[in-house]
């Protein structure tokens, strides 16, 4: 996949687990937590979302990677490469 | 005990919230029960051919975000719909509420059943690979979770818990209110019963494994107590919660008081896994009545437990013998033939669908009463259509579950 295909990846889970939310206006500079009600339990299930729908396996410490849209496209690029976008 | 003592004892109810299978509100499901209307509905289920269910179909957000919706469990959403709906019909001025001083004591069959079913049905789509089973599971099963569910909801600091009792929680959840009320430990109860079970395939499985699951063509005729044409359980959701506070507070901010109550008793048989005992649910009832200082003439209305189970129906309509054998006049009802068994709410909403008699003196019917089970030793059972009966000032309900666990709760009409 390529990055804008990852980043609405990550916009169409973070839709899932944030159903309130309005992200149309999303800055991928700027912290999910800064703009969005998003708390650890919720930060969980991005990363679950993904293991379930990618198999991609994020250890803790690279959490500090999905901070933001822009380092989370930045942090899945690599590992997304060889995978097919969503239909 | 002081005469002030006692005075300060007595419990009131001053605010209701349910969702059954035929209403979200008091108005609803008492207009229901007099129209003779089931809920009774067919119901798709996991792993087996669709079911006969009680389904509710309340607003879940009414009082929850989308978000909380997906992150908490239903029973936790029954939860905070009925609590909110109660707080708001007590007409308290919730934000000066001192919200140390609430207690949320909630009934419930069992919980977790259904959010384990459904981790296990999500990851055998990965092969049961336990990296993808929830992070929200356990929050969602611990025991706790609907009164829990409720505090957030609410702003409550004070106690919350659950009480398992089977399909006796709902009077239970009510009897726990009461009595942190008469100790002291809180000011105000939010107290009832809930239930999420139709949501596990487990229920409905294992009652058809006991040939105690209830079939029918007809959805709307498939819940018989006490008629001869019985085939079983109709299992429903749903959930009624009270705020229940001392007469004294009560009184001081001019609280509408939907009754008073009186008696209450809980007691085991210690027989039987599954199978009811006349005798220690006879017990059970004379118990109450004791503790109300009344006695078998003072009871108006009877809500019984009977769940259309052969040997269930047997054992409580002899027990309602025993105890009202020199009360012809007694009006002896069941919700259940409308709405199914909604488990851990069944005591709670079955009551309180009772409570509008004491203002227009009616019991309701039970439904589905064709041909009397003869081994069913009541004369007194209002039959199809409901009785306008002269004064209700007393009404008894029943609540018995498994393991041998009977629940008896009276609420007596407000009196000076």
Redesign the interface.
């Known amino acids: 996949m390529a990055p804008e295909q990852i980043r609405q990846v990550v916009l169409d889970i973070l839709a899932r687990i944030a159903p309130d939310e309005d992200l149309s206006d999303l800055d991928d500079a700027i912290a999910f937590r800064d703009q969005m009600e998003l708390d650890s339990m919720d930060f969980l299930d991005i990363v679950m979302e993904l293991r379930k729908m990618y198999r991609v396996q994020i250890p803790e410490e690279d959490y500090e990677n999905l901070v933001t849209m822009a380092s989370t496209v930045s942090y899945l690029t690599p590992l997304l490469k060889d995978v097919d976008s969503p239909a | 005990m002081t005469n002030a003592e006692m005075y300060n004892s007595r419990i009131v109810i001053t605010g209701v919230g349910l969702t059954s299978p035929i209403g979200d509100s008091l108005t609803d499901l008492r207009g229901n029960l007099l129209a003779g209307k089931s809920g009774v509905t067919e119901f798709e289920t996991r792993y087996m051919p669709p079911v006969l269910a009680g389904v509710c179909h309340f607003d879940a957000l009414k009082y929850q ?3 909380e919706v ?2 908490g469990t239903r029973a936790g959403s029954i939860a905070v719909y009925c609590a909110n709906e109660a707080v708001n019909d007590a007409g308290f001025d919730w934000e000066n509420v001192a919200r140390d001083r609430v207690g949320v004591y909630l009934g419930i069959t069992e919980h977790g059943n259904v959010e384990t079913e459904n981790e296990i049905y999500e990851i055998g789509k ?1 092969g049961y690979d336990t ?2 089973w ?3 599971h356990n ?1 969602r099963t611990v025991a706790n979770n609907p009164a829990g569910e409720v505090t957030l909801s609410l702003g409550v600091t004070g106690p919350h818990l659950t009480v398992g009792a089977a399909c006796a929680a709902g009077n239970a959840g009510f009897i726990q209110g009461l009595q942190m009320l008469r100790l002291g430990e809180v000011d105000m109860a939010i107290a009832g019963g809930v239930s999420e079970s139709i949501h596990t395939f487990g229920i409905f499985a294992s009652f058809k494994s006991q040939n105690a699951l209830a079939h029918h063509d007809d959805p709307t005729k498939a819940c018989r107590p006490f008629d001869t044409g019985r085939t079983g359980i109709v299992v429903a959701e749903g959930g009624a919660i009270c705020t229940l506070e001392r007469l004294p507070d009560a009184l001081a901010r001019g609280a509408k008081i939907y009754g008073e109550i009186v008696g209450h008793a809980m007691n085991s048989d210690a027989t039987d896994f599954v199978l009811p005992d006349r005798n220690r649910q006879s017990q059970c009832i004379e118990l109450a009545l004791k503790r109300a200082g009344l006695t078998p003439q003072d009871i108006d209305i009877v809500s019984s437990h009977a769940t259309a189970t052969e040997q269930g129906d047997i054992e409580e309509s002899s027990a309602l013998a025993a105890v009202f054998k020199d009360h012809p006049n007694v009006a002896i009802n069941n919700t259940k033939s409308f709405i199914g068994h909604a488990m851990g709410a069944a005591g709670a909403i079955e009551l309180l669908g009772n409570i509008p008699a004491f203002d227009d003196g009616i019991a309701h019917a039970t439904i589905n009463l064709d041909h009397l089970d003869p081994n069913v030793p009541l004369t007194q059972i209002v039959a199809n259509e409901p009785r306008q009966l002269d004064s209700v000032d007393c009404i008894l309900n029943n609540s018995f579950g498994m393991l041998g666990i009977n629940s008896v709760l009276i609420v007596k009409k407000y009196q000076d």
């Open positions: 975000k989308r978000k997906r992150r990965f990296s993808v929830s992070h929200h929050p």
